[in-house]
C-alpha cells in the first residue's frame, strides 16, 4: 500500500491550496482516508477524515468551515480542499489511511501513512 500527498506549497494568508492523496495497493475504497499536520515544535494531528461506508467525516475544530475534505473513490484519490488559510495552517500534511470503517481522529489510529507535503502560508 503506498499514499502519495501531493498539491502542498506557499500560499498567502486568505489564500487557498487543494491537496491530493492518491493511494496505490489494497482497497482504499473501504478505506476511511485522513489528512494530519505536524508543525514544527509540534505534536502531530488530526485535520480531517473521511469514512468509506457512509461518507461521514471528521473536522478538527480549527480548520472547521474552512477545509473541505472529499474522495473520489474511481481515482483513489482523496482530496483536502483548504481556503481561509492562517499562518497557524503551517506544516508538513499527511495523508493516511486505515483498513476499515468509520472516520478517525488521532495519528495512533492509522495503519498506512504517506510521505509528507508542505504547506506555509506566510505574506
Known amino acids: 500500500v503506498q499514499l502519495q500527498a501531493s498539491g502542498g506549497g506557499l500560499v498567502q494568508p486568505g489564500g487557498s491550496l487543494r491537496l491530493s492523496c492518491t493511494i496505490t495497493?489494497?482497497?482504499?475504497?473501504?478505506?476511511?482516508i485522513g489528512w494530519l499536520r505536524q508543525a514544527p515544535g509540534k505534536e502531530r494531528e488530526g485535520v480531517s477524515c473521511?469514512?468509506?461506508?457512509?461518507?461521514?467525516?471528521y473536522y478538527a475544530d480549527s480548520v472547521k468551515g474552512r477545509f473541505t475534505i472529499s474522495r473520489d473513490n474511481a481515482r483513489n484519490t482523496v482530496y483536502l480542499q483548504m481556503n481561509s488559510l492562517k499562518p497557524e495552517d503551517t506544516a508538513v500534511y499527511y495523508c493516511?489511511?486505515?483498513?476499515?470503517?468509520?472516520?478517525?481522529?488521532?495519528?495512533?489510529?492509522?495503519?498506512?501513512w504517506g510521505q509528507g507535503t508542505q504547506v506555509t502560508v506566510s505574506s
Open positions: 493516511a489511511a486505515d483498513r476499515y470503517g468509520s472516520t478517525r481522529t488521532a495519528p495512533s489510529e492509522y495503519a498506512y
Open positions: 473521511i469514512a468509506a461506508n457512509d461518507g461521514s467525516t
Open positions: 495497493g489494497g482497497s482504499p475504497d473501504f478505506w476511511p
